[in-house]
């Protein structure tokens, strides 16, 4: 092979080394007990996190006034879209903001998605997905209608089934629908996108014996989920979020019962591998979700972090 084309190949694999490093990942955060709001954590290489600190945004929405759970999605148009739990029991409902540069954020809103149901216990860990192929937002959460479902050891007050609506601009919702129902309690759905009709969902078990993760398949992002696999974590986890790397999807979760952040790494989400041991995160940080930021944002909300 001559030097001029050796010379080529260099140029060529520098410039997408330095394409590549236009982004980094962005996991946001909240600190107990949910008061304070919006904190965040940014990676170059998706396993070691940095503090970007906290609080971005103050929690207003809800009666209670926290901000649990913050999912975040970037849309097309380079807006960051947020949800959150602002309550802990009670509520109809979740909280929303968007920002161009997760600094300055609009107003905070209020979306009763529960409203038409007069009963319902909660609105709980609300998690954006953006559809591509319909341009359309899909937000899940999960909430407790007592007496409408089967159960098993759970109390009625604590016997999940996750929900959905549909958005193009946050503004205008589709009818509250039933998302999954696997026959036990579940909460923290997370939808992960693999190919056209390619979809695989991870969920919690929330049921007393369980409260594990386990993936369900589908066709479509609205499902219908099914083939819902063994655990694939311990006792006492919550709170996934996923990120693809190199062909391979990394799951992070929050271990809560031994009070520790661990993820797996899994490339067909049939296998998992341990990779507990090859992550660092903040002190304090707990479960949201993880999207991209360009370069530009993110060197905004470092210079912002160092006020904090």
Same mark, same amino acid.
């Given at each position: 092979?001559?030097?001029?084309?050796? #010379?080529?190949?260099? *140029?060529?694999?520098?410039?997408?080394?330095?394409?590549?490093?236009?982004?980094?990942?962005?996991?946001?955060?909240?600190?107990?007990?949910?008061?304070?709001?919006?904190?965040?954590? /940014?990676?170059?290489?998706?396993? =070691?996190?940095?503090? #970007?600190?906290?609080?971005? #945004?103050?929690?207003?929405?809800?009666?209670?006034?926290?901000?649990?759970?913050?999912?975040?999605?970037?849309?097309?148009?380079?807006?960051?879209?947020?949800?959150?739990?602002?309550?802990?029991?009670?509520?109809?409902?979740?909280? /929303?903001?968007? @920002?161009?540069?997760?600094?300055?954020?609009?107003?905070?809103?209020?979306?009763?998605?529960?409203?038409?149901?007069? $009963?319902?216990?909660?609105?709980?860990?609300?998690?954006? *997905?953006?559809?591509?192929?319909?341009?359309?937002?899909?937000?899940?959460?999960?909430?407790?209608?007592?007496?409408?479902?089967?159960?098993?050891?759970?109390?009625?007050?604590?016997?999940?089934?996750?929900?959905?609506?549909?958005?193009?601009?946050?503004?205008?919702?589709?009818?509250?629908?039933?998302?999954?129902?696997?026959?036990? @309690?579940?909460?923290?759905?997370?939808?992960?996108?693999?190919?056209?009709?390619?979809?695989?969902?991870?969920?919690?078990?929330?049921?007393?014996?369980?409260? =594990?993760?386990?993936?369900?398949?589908?066709?479509?992002?609205?499902?219908?989920?099914?083939?819902?696999?063994?655990?694939?974590?311990?006792?006492?986890?919550?709170?996934?979020?996923?990120?693809?790397?190199?062909?391979?999807?990394?799951?992070?979760?929050?271990? /809560?019962?031994?009070?520790?952040?661990?993820?797996?790494? $899994?490339?067909? *989400?049939?296998? *998992?591998?341990?990779?507990?041991?090859?992550?660092?995160?903040?002190?304090?940080?707990?479960?949201?979700?993880? $999207? $991209?930021? @360009?370069?530009?944002?993110?060197?905004?909300?470092?210079?912002?972090?160092?006020?904090?």
């Amino acid at each position: 092979m001559s030097v001029k084309k050796i #010379l080529s190949i260099v *140029f060529l694999l520098s410039m997408f080394n330095c394409a590549s490093k236009k982004e980094a990942y962005l996991f946001t955060s909240f600190r107990e007990p949910a008061t304070e709001g919006l904190y965040l954590t /940014y990676s170059e290489d998706g396993y =070691n996190w940095k503090d #970007l600190k906290g609080p971005y #945004l103050e929690p207003e929405a809800g009666d209670s006034k926290i901000m649990r759970d913050p999912s975040i999605v970037r849309g097309k148009d380079g807006m960051y879209h947020m949800v959150w739990t602002t309550d802990w029991k009670g509520g109809d409902g979740f909280g /929303y903001a968007s @920002s161009k540069d997760l600094i300055h954020w609009g107003n905070q809103e209020y979306i009763h998605v529960m409203k038409n149901e007069p $009963t319902v216990v909660n609105v709980w860990a609300p998690e954006i *997905f953006y559809d591509e192929g319909e341009d359309r937002y899909i937000i899940i959460w999960a909430s407790t209608i007592p007496f409408r479902y089967e159960k098993g050891e759970e109390e009625e007050k604590n016997n999940h089934r996750m929900y959905y609506v549909t958005t193009k601009d946050f503004k205008t919702f589709s009818e509250t629908k039933l998302f999954l129902e696997p026959g036990f @309690s579940v909460i923290d759905c997370v939808i992960v996108k693999r190919g056209k009709e390619d979809y695989a969902l991870i969920i919690k078990d929330n049921t007393r014996p369980n409260r =594990n993760l386990k993936v369900a398949f589908g066709k479509s992002p609205l499902g219908p989920f099914e083939n819902i696999s063994e655990p694939y974590t311990g006792f006492l986890s919550e709170g996934p979020t996923v990120l693809k790397q190199d062909g391979k999807y990394i799951i992070y979760y929050d271990n /809560y019962g031994e009070k520790n952040y661990k993820a797996v790494s $899994t490339s067909d *989400f049939k296998t *998992f591998e341990d990779i507990s041991n090859k992550i660092s995160l903040p002190e304090g940080h707990k479960h949201g979700t993880i $999207t $991209t930021v @360009s370069r530009r944002v993110l060197n905004g909300l470092i210079e912002k972090s160092k006020e904090k």
